[in-house]
């Protein structure tokens, strides 16, 4: 592979040298999904040329076909005769160092991301959406403080509080010697208020750390530069469509300031708390106690700015929002800063008869994060009920209410992470002498409803897998029919049947999703309610119940922090080798690419958005291709990839949107995006879309678990969905296959004669001669303030 310049030849900033209008040059922009591909592969060719482009995503071309369009005009299409074939590679705006598998770590923030996108589509109900998002967005911040809160829990807490503070804990972790008041002869860092300033340390760094990798991310994705066209004025078409969709630059800044400012307030109130209640309780100097009261009441306006931030205005789609809110974005993160330096400075102070004991104060502030996550999310499926009732779509997900379900799996993916986190790091610090009072109950709850949780998930998957076994049998009959006139080999059959049946499992996602967040809601209730109830441990709120209760309650509040452990290191583990080995990607690759498909919405510590640089990277260079040379263009895109041409062609300028054709094969647009994500994808949005380009047409197998049909309608012209295409393109051997033909189910379409047929047709139905660029008509990146 080498670049154009490397080659020699010219191949501007954009691709191919500006010539004449109207001159019937064909371009077929390839562009890959799930798992990625090399240019090599999708071109076909082991000598490519990147002609735009970086490192992270570029655009590549055949070395023969570089100055395609400078040739002849019956020279004009590919080597081979076909469109001139252009790759779009993005792989590496998704994939790359295995240590970007710690993103993994963030899931929930992700999954809270996708609730926001997930809402019904409306009529007339534009507070209503508001009032959506902003409950999304509040669902994200108690993420932000739930994380940070368990992170306080594990150094402060457990570590610096009841470890370092007793003295057989910290003989056994000698490493904690010179904050222990016995191992360090009552040593400077050995008071309490010192050891929780020190250790605050470990939380506020990890707060930095999210900071950082926001900005950081911020920075080479959100600030990717769209092109400056004016709105559509079309109220049915998607809001993918509009011109600031993805540039969220402000959001993400201004979000990025107050969940930062959120996560340092949870470190400093977990440390002035402490140490304000001493100087309340031991009758003190005054002024201590004073001080700790302006301080906690400094907390509280703090947070209450943190709030109103989140709430003040959400996403800004209908034009570029250039601006900065320096004040939230730099003013209210360094204010926290140095409120909590102040508060270190407080605790820090000389307090002699100051003695830890007991678990650390502010331990109910978990059982109020669940409170508050769980009311957050029933209003939010209350609001969702009435958003789609207005615009009722029967191919939602739901109803209407994945939303919520996705909300609730995000509050659930939180408390049972912080739960396990916590109690297997005390019995870690603790080994089994229960010498420390451990982490708080509702922790200990939350870590305990893992295993019951994870019988339901089995018996869930047990029930699917006893459907598709029936639905394979029931097969079998429509694989024969499908195959009438070929011999027939009986285990052919049922493998092929066997493989159809597994890709309904997709089409049957909403009702997995519902059940498990239902199961979370009832569990996750009934650990609050048995930790304010009892304020006791599972097991010893069971200890004189029944022996089998008792026995099942020890047995999950045992597992579960065993699990927990087992699965961040599964996680991490499968997160490293998707991003390094293809196989293992296709496995996990749907659906981080589905999550990480979206804007930061929601929250500004999850995973970046790679479309906010791949829509621009399509959209500037199909404009400027088909403004400098007039010809026909094919955006080409399987899987996830006629997403993100789908995304593209809605954020073309109307005149060159009405001559691109649309390719899409193994697409998830409607059996995926169309259904969880109804308001951006759903019939209207895609109908709009079809009317928009010159032509479409989508091509499935029923054997793929991902793609499947549009389901938009030509009126008396062609049909967007084609026939689905045969798969093994033969049951047994034969003249014409005689080797066994595989089952490709999500890969390998354009091997089908099909895929060249559809393709032809399209470009026999694309109008040529496109206008060219007129003199002085430019385009340019909008100008950042």
């Excluded at 150094?155 to 016995?182: I, K, M, N, V, Y």
């Excluded at 502030?365 to 009722?392: C, E």
């Excluded at 390998?748 to 047929?757: C, K, V």
Aim: some cysteine.
């Amino acid at each position: 592979m080498e670049s154009a310049q490397e080659s020699g030849l010219d191949a501007g900033a954009t691709g191919p040298t500006a010539r004449p209008a109207g001159t019937g040059a064909t371009l077929e922009l390839l562009v890959h999904g799930v798992g990625g591909a090399t240019p090599e592969h999708m071109l076909d060719d082991p000598r490519t040329v990147r002609v735009s482009g970086d490192d992270t995503a570029a655009v590549f071309r055949r070395a023969d076909d570089v100055d395609a369009e400078n040739r002849p005009a019956d020279h004009e299409t590919g080597t081979d005769g076909r469109p001139v074939p252009e790759a779009y590679v993005w792989c590496n705006l998704t994939s790359g160092n295995g240590a970007r598998a710690l993103w993994l770590l963030l899931l929930p923030f992700m999954v809270a991301n996708l609730a926001h996108w997930m809402r019904p589509s409306a009529r007339d109900r534009a507070r209503t959406i508001r009032l959506y998002g902003l409950l999304v967005r509040l669902v994200g911040l108690s993420l932000t403080v739930l994380l940070a809160a368990a992170a306080c829990e594990v150094a402060l807490d457990l570590t610096a509080w009841q470890c370092a503070g007793t003295r057989a804990c910290a003989e056994r972790h000698t490493w904690l010697g010179f904050l222990s008041p016995t191992a360090s002869g009552d040593g400077w860092w050995s008071p309490p208020g010192r050891r929780l300033a020190l250790a605050s340390l470990v939380p506020a760094a990890l707060v930095g750390l999210l900071w950082y990798l926001s900005r950081r991310t911020w920075s080479a994705y959100e600030s990717e530069q769209p092109l400056v066209r004016e709105p559509d004025e079309d109220p049915a078409r998607s809001a993918l469509g509009r011109p600031g969709f993805w540039y969220g630059r402000r959001l993400v800044a201004r979000l990025r300031g107050a969940h930062t400012a959120a996560g340092l307030l949870t470190v400093a109130a977990a440390v002035v708390q402490a140490a304000a209640r001493y100087d309340r309780e031991s009758g003190g100097p005054a002024a201590l106690a004073t001080v700790g009261r302006v301080l906690e009441a400094a907390l509280v306006l703090a947070a209450v700015a943190v709030v109103v931030v989140v709430c003040r205005r959400g996403r800004t789609e209908k034009h570029l929002d250039r601006e900065i809110d320096a004040t939230f974005v730099r003013h209210l993160p360094l204010a926290t800063l140095v409120l909590l330096a102040i508060t270190l400075a407080y605790a820090c102070w000389d307090r002699p008869a100051w003695e830890s004991g007991g678990r650390l104060p502010g331990d109910a502030a978990f059982g109020g994060i669940a409170l508050a996550q769980g009311l957050l999310v029933i209003v939010l499926a209350v609001v969702a009920h009435l958003l789609y009732r207005s615009d009722p779509d029967p191919r939602a997900a739901m109803r209407g209410l994945a939303g919520p379900a996705v909300a609730m799996l995000a509050c659930a993916l939180g408390g049972v992470m912080s739960g396990g986190v916590s109690q297997r790091v005390a019995d870690w610090v603790d080994g089994t002498r229960a010498s420390l009072p451990g982490p708080p109950v509702v922790l200990t709850w939350q870590a305990s409803v893992i295993p019951p949780l994870l019988v339901v998930l089995l018996l869930l998957a047990g029930g699917q897998a006893w459907r598709t076994l029936r639905l394979a049998r029931a097969e079998r009959a429509v694989v024969e029919e499908d195959y009438a006139g070929e011999a027939t080999d009986p285990d052919r059959t049922r493998r092929i049947a066997r493989t159809r049946a597994m890709a309904t499992l997709t089409d049957r996602g909403p009702l997995f999703i519902a059940a498990v967040s239902t199961v979370s809601l009832i569990l996750g209730t009934a650990a609050l309610v048995g930790a304010m109830a009892t304020d006791k441990t599972p097991s010893a709120a069971a200890q004189h119940t029944h022996p089998f209760v008792h026995g099942a309650a020890d047995t999950a509040q045992a597992l579960g922090s065993w699990l927990v452990g087992f699965g961040f290191i599964l996680f991490v583990t499968l997160g490293r080798r998707a991003y390094k080995d293809m196989s293992a990607r296709r496995t996990v690759g749907v659906l981080w690419d589905v999550g990480t498909f979206w804007p930061r919405a929601a929250h500004p510590f999850a995973p970046p958005c790679y479309a906010e640089r791949a829509v621009p990277d399509l959209t500037w260079r199909i404009t400027t291709w088909t403004r400098t040379t007039g010809g026909r263009l094919v955006i080409s895109g399987h899987s996830q990839g006629s997403v993100l041409a789908a995304a593209a062609a809605w954020q073309l300028p109307p005149a060159v949107r009405g001559r691109v054709a649309l390719l899409t094969y193994g697409s998830p647009l409607e059996r995926l995006y169309g259904r969880w994500f109804p308001a951006h994808f759903g019939p209207a949005s895609l109908a709009a879309l079809h009317e928009e380009v010159d032509c479409w047409r989508n091509l499935y197998r029923l054997t793929d678990p991902i793609g499947g049909p549009v389901q938009v309608s030509d009126g008396d012209g062609p049909q967007v969905d084609c026939e689905p295409m045969r798969d093994p393109l033969a049951h047994a051997r034969s003249e014409l296959h005689p080797l066994p033909a595989p089952i490709l189910g999500h890969s390998d379409y354009q091997a089908d004669p099909t895929f060249d047929r559809e393709r032809g047709h399209l470009l026999d139905r694309l109008h040529p001669g496109l206008p060219g660029q007129r003199p002085g008509d430019t385009l340019r990146p909008p100008t950042l303030r």
